[in-house]
């Protein structure tokens, strides 16, 4: 007997997200279980957003990292330092903030079990996978304003023709998952920690600050 292959283009979380998820605990205990996709199957564990229901701005990245992957939350790694760094800098209390990813499974490539852990980009395919469980979210929280934090993020909202160079600091009126939304993209903290010296890693930071400046301005 031949066992046919699900097609690439089947990956996606929808079974796994319940129906009348009307809760982020509900939510976040059913994303546990997602096998969407590929990636469930090296990560540790899923990481689900973090936050408020009642967060009047939702952050979201691209995938978790290794420090992420390890503690089951999003961005409490070198990136999550920086961006609490950045709004509180902008004027925005991260925790007020609901934080999230487009993708919410490590994808990573590692050299030799033991070896560090290097994070991979995911595929179109993988975010659009995990795009029911960012619907949810969004669904239950309302933000009144999301921030995308960099290109990966962009896309998995916005398309593959987002540039995030185009649009950064800017407040731009979207329809998302049915949904009417205002947001601002951004850069991704990771870019600024990735910066050659210490004068373009500064001059990133600012550009960080002042994007999130424009997303706070929008908030009062
Ligand atoms: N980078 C992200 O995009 N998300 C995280 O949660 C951590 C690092
Ligand atoms: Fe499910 Fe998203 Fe994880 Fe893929 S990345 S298994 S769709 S939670």
Same mark, same amino acid.
């Given at each position: 007997m031949v066992t046919t292959r699900a097609p690439? $283009? *089947?990956?996606? *979380?929808e079974p796994f997200v319940p129906e009348e998820a009307?809760?982020?605990?509900t939510l976040r205990r059913a994303a546990a279980q997602c096998k969407g996709c590929?990636?469930?199957?090296?990560?540790?564990?899923? /990481?689900?957003?973090?936050?408020?229901? $009642?967060? &009047? /701005?939702? !952050? @979201?990245?691209?995938?978790?990292g290794d420090q992420e992957d390890r503690q089951g939350k999003?961005? /409490?790694?070198?990136?999550?330092? !920086? !961006? $609490? &760094?950045a709004l509180e800098e902008a004027g925005l209390n991260p925790a007020d903030a609901y934080v999230t990813n487009a993708v919410k499974h490590f994808k990573f490539t590692q050299a030799e079990p033991r070896k560090r852990r290097i994070h991979k980009q995911p595929t179109l395919r993988e975010m659009t996978a995990c795009g029911p469980w960012l619907a949810a979210?969004?669904? @239950? /929280?309302e933000p009144e304003l999301i921030v995308i934090l960099g #290109?990966? #993020?962009?896309k998995a909202l916005l398309g593959s023709s987002f540039r995030v160079t185009q649009v950064r600091g800017t407040v731009l009126e979207e329809e998302i998952h049915g949904r009417r939304e205002r947001l601002v993209p951004t850069v991704h903290p990771s870019s600024v920690l990735r910066a050659q010296d210490d004068k373009d890693r500064k001059a990133a930071y600012r550009g960080l600050v002042s994007d999130l400046e424009v997303a706070a301005?929008? !908030?009062s």
């Open positions: 690439e $283009d *089947a990956y996606t *979380a009307h809760s982020l605990p590929p990636l469930h199957q090296n990560a540790t564990q899923t /990481v689900f957003g973090a936050g408020n229901k $009642d967060a &009047r /701005v939702m !952050l @979201i990245g691209e995938q978790p999003p961005f /409490v790694g070198p990136a999550g330092h !920086l !961006l $609490d &760094r979210e969004l669904a @239950i /929280v #290109a990966t #993020a962009g301005h929008a !908030l």
